[in-house]
């Protein structure tokens, strides 16, 4: 009928052939629940190998890596020094992680009023934070920021975040920049060890900032200044790095057959999630394949 058809921009209709009769079974069942369902493999786990799925979140995880240096790039002003650059890029995502879920947007735009306005170097910490936390709240132009305060944790409520946010920005500028050249994958510890806990944000954020923000920027820096040691070093640490996955990110696994055995205990899980199961990616996923050459 013509509700299937499809029309050229020249008002052509060109005739149409039905691939998927012609699939063969695996292929066109997989076409079938693509279309449908959490993930889209889930129910055809029988045709499955636990071995294909651990492979593909070995490469998951390694893609999520350059996923991350490259998010860190686009915040990269090559106009600026790259010491200056590097560090901004570094604060860019650090906001960021910080705003995940809800606040994102708002933590982004917030990063780039505090670099230009509030000065991390010239003032001391009590005195950069009451101006961040001004800026970011009592300031008239404070509605831009568009702050969602509704339905999260009381940790996860913008105040807190943008405190925690200000106070590792102050001691990421605080710290020398030869100290992340010379220590690398090491000066995270510096970096944190002078707070208590009341200053961090809890473990599993601090987790996530560490992996996803902190790792990538040192393997950035070691590109930028061809510190090669600091790229091994950094690579290394992600790739060893076992992740306290939350519920919504194993649950679509578990839920279709699939162990979540320490192999695939990686932050690669939450991209292989995002940016292949839920996008539909699965032409591009060693257990897509693995069911089309069993």
């Known amino acids: ?123 001391h910490k009590e005195e950069f934070l009451k101006q961040v936390l001004a800026l970011a709240f009592e300031n008239k132009e404070s509605e831009k ?31 020398e920049f030869k100290t992340y050249l010379k220590s690398g994958v090491d000066s995270w510890d510096l970096l944190t060890a002078s707070l208590s806990k009341s200053e961090l944000p809890g473990n599993s954020r601090k987790e996530i900032i560490h992996k996803t923000v902190f790792l990538p920027s040192i393997y950035l820096l070691g590109d930028l200044f061809f510190a090669n040691k600091l790229c091994s070093g950094a690579y290394e640490s992600w790739e060893n790095a076992i992740a306290q996955l939350p519920k919504e990110v194993r649950s679509p696994f578990e839920e279709s057959g699939f162990e979540i055995t320490r192999s695939v205990k990686k932050f690669g899980l939450a991209h292989q999630y995002k940016r292949f199961c839920k996008r539909r990616n699965c032409h591009r996923c060693e257990v897509f394949k693995s069911v089309i050459n069993p």
């Not at 009381?154 to 102050?170: F, L, T, W």
Request: glycine share 8%.
């Open 1 to 123: 009928g013509n509700s299937g058809s499809a029309i050229t921009s020249d008002g052509h209709r060109p005739a149409l052939l039905n691939v998927s009769t012609k699939l063969n079974k695996a292929l066109y069942k997989l076409l079938h629940i693509k279309e449908k369902g959490a993930l889209p493999c889930a129910g055809n786990i029988t045709n499955i190998h636990q071995r294909a799925f651990e492979i593909q979140i070995e490469r998951a995880h390694k893609d999520y890596f350059n996923y991350k240096v490259d998010e860190l790039m686009t915040g990269y002003d090559p106009g600026l020094p790259p010491s200056i650059a590097w560090r901004k890029a570094f604060l860019l995502q650090l906001y960021s992680a910080l705003g995940i879920p809800s606040n994102r947007i708002s933590m982004g735009r917030l990063v780039e009023d505090v670099i230009q306005q509030v000065n991390a170097a010239s003032t």
């Open 145 to 175: 920021y568009n702050w969602n305060f509704s339905g999260m944790r009381p940790g996860s409520q913008p105040k807190n975040r943008v405190r925690q946010a200000a106070i590792i920005h102050y001691h990421f500028i605080d710290t």
